[in-house]
């Protein structure tokens, strides 16, 4: 494998979206300045079109792996790498067929870097926040010369990782490879490779759990609501499944509370019966530890009561 973790990491921020589209406004006025439905499909379709020669360009990067990584040098490379969501404002026309559905648990949005065999977490605006080690590859000592990345969330309640998207792993990166592959891959990742992943013992100071999918037809969501979760839902993530990794705010990955999928999915599920709406949290098993100073957010900075 030719490539090395930071010309990965250069690499991520060739995938970025235009200024225009990654400004900082909040999820609320997002909602608020809602856009017809055609314009955000039409936006998708866009999106899923640039894919492609967004990939050409990902190529001839990899082929400027010395000129990227002195660029990369010279700034925060971990700064906006995360993939943002936005509202989503209608039900997009082909949602049972190419959506996946993933619960987000009220946290900190997380970068998770396994490289020399140290693994770090990193907010969204590319601070540092702890320093451990862990049974990723590239994240312990006996695994120095590998690293893997991770889109994740910093829950404070359980002390715990929740792993929304694989972005590298063992070295071999995916953000070019569509959301449904990435998902399937790393699910099977931590079955197999990682079963010991998900507890605390020396080797792994936080767990890390692995957020599972599922598909966007009715019969899927009335199961995914019914299930009751180890962490309080902040809301749904719904990422279309030919979707890349792309640093920034996208179009192919949607945003809701539970309380809003009725009215702008047309379901008619029974959301007064989930324990989702009730909120119920964890109670802290030990002291917080890992503080963030980004608050959790998944376009934008969330707006605290």
Not at 44 to 67: A, G, M, P, T
Not at 254 to 271: Q, S, Y
């Amino acid at each position: 494998m030719g490539d090395t973790f930071d010309d990965l990491v250069s690499n991520l921020s060739s995938f970025s979206v235009s200024n225009e589209e990654n400004c900082a406004v909040s999820r609320i006025d997002l909602y608020k300045t809602k856009t017809s439905k055609q314009d955000q499909e039409t936006r998708r379709s866009k999106f899923l079109d640039r894919q492609k020669s967004d990939r050409q360009k990902s190529l001839s990067v990899l082929r400027n792996i010395e000129e990227e990584s002195e660029s990369a040098k010279k700034t925060n490379p971990y700064k906006n790498q995360l993939m943002l969501s936005e509202w989503l404002q209608d039900r997009p026309g082909d949602f049972e067929e190419n959506w996946l559905c993933k619960p987000a648990p009220v946290g900190h949005r997380t970068l998770i870097v396994a490289h020399k065999g140290r693994t770090e977490s990193y907010t969204k605006n590319g601070y540092r926040t702890a320093s451990f080690p862990s049974l990723l590859p590239g994240g312990s000592n006996s695994s120095r010369s590998s690293y893997s990345l991770l889109d994740a969330v910093w829950c404070d309640t359980s002390q715990s990782f929740y792993i929304l998207d694989l972005i590298c792993y063992r070295g071999h990166p995916v953000d070019d490879s569509e959301a449904e592959f990435r998902f399937y891959w790393g699910a099977t990742k931590f079955t197999e490779d990682l079963p010991e992943i998900s507890s605390e013992h020396r080797k792994n100071k936080y767990p890390m759990i692995w957020l599972h999918s599922t598909n966007c037809d009715e019969g899927s969501l009335v199961k995914l609501m019914g299930q009751k979760q180890d962490f309080e839902v902040d809301g749904l993530l719904f990422y279309h499944k030919m979707g890349h990794y792309a640093a920034g705010t996208t179009p192919l990955v949607g945003w809701l509370k539970p309380e809003m999928l009725n009215e702008v999915l047309e379901l008619n599920l029974d959301l007064a019966a989930t324990e989702w709406i009730l909120r119920i949290s964890l109670t802290p098993s030990r002291p917080v530890t890992t503080p963030s100073r980004d608050s959790n957010d998944w376009s934008s900075p969330k707006i605290q009561s």
